[in-house]
């Protein structure tokens, strides 16, 4: 059977007529290189990333894959409205399509929930005979060590420079902000170390600096440390996400250090105890706190990029200043200060909706509604929270505070970290307020979002045997 024309399109966030799009969101998007490695057997690949090149819409296609986060929600829809007028089919995939499979079903004339592994190249045999369903449900967790992501589509693209690699996929922990956890069920999948250390070999030419995506690559410590082991020979520089449990574990702080681990990113979220047990998030207070764990960092010279959250109930005006005092204090490599946002599907999201707190019925689609507002009532006021939270970067990432850290040896160590150290804070610092009130979706953009209806599933030739919402719930 003849393989057909599929497009893949990564959507931005949004976009700012006239604003270049903000540079430390521009890292290569893994989920398109994997849809496209999955769909080789069947297809003739296109790509394209709409956060760095307008997107063809004339280009032949007979069908467009787009793979959905909740901020890109708009824009993903806004993309296949585009693709819809030109009679083109779209699938989707990815975060939201499995966290709110519901709304998504309503933009495109098939949707992925679940890994993609098992599901997508069936969604394409399916399609090249006429017969696509409406909805493909993953069963279970999928078996992610037999694809290795087809990058040679990324060809000619202005990526940051850092070589992304996944080794393990979701987190054991049940934190109620997290997506993640909702997504995978608290549940982690890894892959066969083998596979990941020859994928590694064979994109490692010509990248300095790798980052494993995993969710929290210390959540398996037994596996954790035979993969640090067989990183060891490979003599790459590597960051990560972890949790602070790591801290607890010397033989597995030394083995990333010798494996080339150059820092982790870390949630310690919040200062106060009441919002860590909110957010369910106690195994955070380890014996000695946040400056042991930190002290420990520092020794095996691992450098931390420490993530806080406010809007929790429990915060104050008081809450922010002494956040960024501490950081400021223990040196800390570099700090994102962000608000809490509920995502569908999580626990903090069912809550708030229960307690009648949310201010928009879909903060994601609603046009009152932009990047780094608090969607939701919160104790302080959610204009104060925004504004501090933009304070809180500018202060932590002002020249003085950037010097004042190079006392930490550990933030740089080589010559190599010292010009990342330069070139990561300066970044954030110019980006402290760049992104509040970033519209979601292109706000250029005109027109009506158009729904799939009954001419555009025939037209994909969806068989009409399962009713949509039936098959949503």
């Known amino acids: 059977m003849n393989k057909i024309r599929l497009t893949i399109v990564h959507p931005c966030i949004g976009r700012k007529p006239g604003v270049e799009y903000i540079r ?19 297809a003739d690949i296109s790509f394209h990333d709409d956060r760095m090149e307008a997107i063809p819409y004339d280009e032949p296609a007979d069908l467009v894959a787009i793979s959905v986060e909740t901020y890109t929600a ?31 079903m309503e933009y ?12 997508f190249p069936r969604l394409l045999e399916d399609f090249r ?12 967790r999928s078996e992610i060590g037999s694809i290795r992501p087809d990058r040679s589509i990324f060809a000619g693209k202005r990526y940051l420079k ?54 929290n690559i210390v959540s398996h410590p037994k596996w954790a440390k035979e993969f640090y082991r067989a990183l060891i020979p490979l003599k790459i520089r590597w960051v990560s996400q972890a949790t602070l449990t790591m801290a607890q574990d010397n033989e597995l702080m030394d083995l990333m250090k010798r494996s080339g681990c150059q820092g982790v990113l870390i949630g310690f979220e919040t200062l106060d105890p009441a919002n860590l047990k909110a957010m369910n998030k106690r195994f955070n207070e380890v014996k000695g706190g946040f400056p042991a764990v930190i002290s420990k960092l520092n020794r095996h010279g691992l450098r931390l990029y420490a993530t806080f959250i406010f809007g929790y109930d429990a915060d104050t005006p008081e809450s922010f200043a002494r956040t960024v005092a501490f950081c400021k204090e223990q040196n800390i490599f570099m700090v994102a200060f962000n608000h809490i946002t509920p995502f569908p599907g999580t626990q903090l ?19 009152r509604y932009q990047y780094g507002q608090v969607p939701f009532k919160t104790v302080l006021p959610p204009e104060l929270i925004q504004e501090e939270c933009v304070k809180a970067r500018k202060s932590f990432y002002s020249l003085g505070s950037i010097l004042k850290r190079l006392r ?14 330069f070139f990561i804070n300066f970044l954030l610092g110019k980006e402290a307020s760049q992104r509040e009130n970033y519209p979601l979706g292109d706000a250029s953009w005109r027109g009506t979002i158009l729904k799939a209806d009954e001419d555009s599933l025939r037209r994909a030739g969806v068989i009409p045997e399962i009713p949509a919402m039936q098959a949503a719930e």
């Open 349 to 367: 999201y069912k809550r708030l909706e229960k307690e009648g707190r949310l201010l928009y019925g879909k903060w994601w689609l609603d046009d």
């Open 74 to 104: 708009k824009r993903a829809y806004q993309i296949a409205t585009e693709y819809r007028k030109r009679g083109v089919p779209v699938v989707m995939g990815g975060f939201h399509a499995t966290l709110i499979p519901e709304e998504v």
């Open 108 to 119: 495109a004339e098939a949707i992925v929930i679940g890994e993609g592994e098992q599901l």
């Open 129 to 140: 005979a006429g017969r696509m369903k409406r909805v493909y449900r993953a069963e279970g």
């Open 408 to 421: 930490n040896r550990a933030n740089t160590g080589s010559l190599f970290m010292l010009r990342s150290y």
């Open 24 to 42: 430390s969101w521009q890292m290569e998007p893994l989920p398109a290189a994997y849809l496209a490695a999955l769909a080789a057997p069947y």
């Open 162 to 215: 850092i070589g992304l690699v996944e080794a393990a996929r979701g987190c054991h922990f049940k934190c109620d902000f997290c997506a993640i956890t909702t997504y995978f069920g608290a549940t982690q999948s890894r892959r066969p170390i083998d596979n990941v250390i020859a994928e590694i070999r064979s994109i490692k030419d010509g990248r300095k600096l790798f980052f494993f995506v995993d969710d």
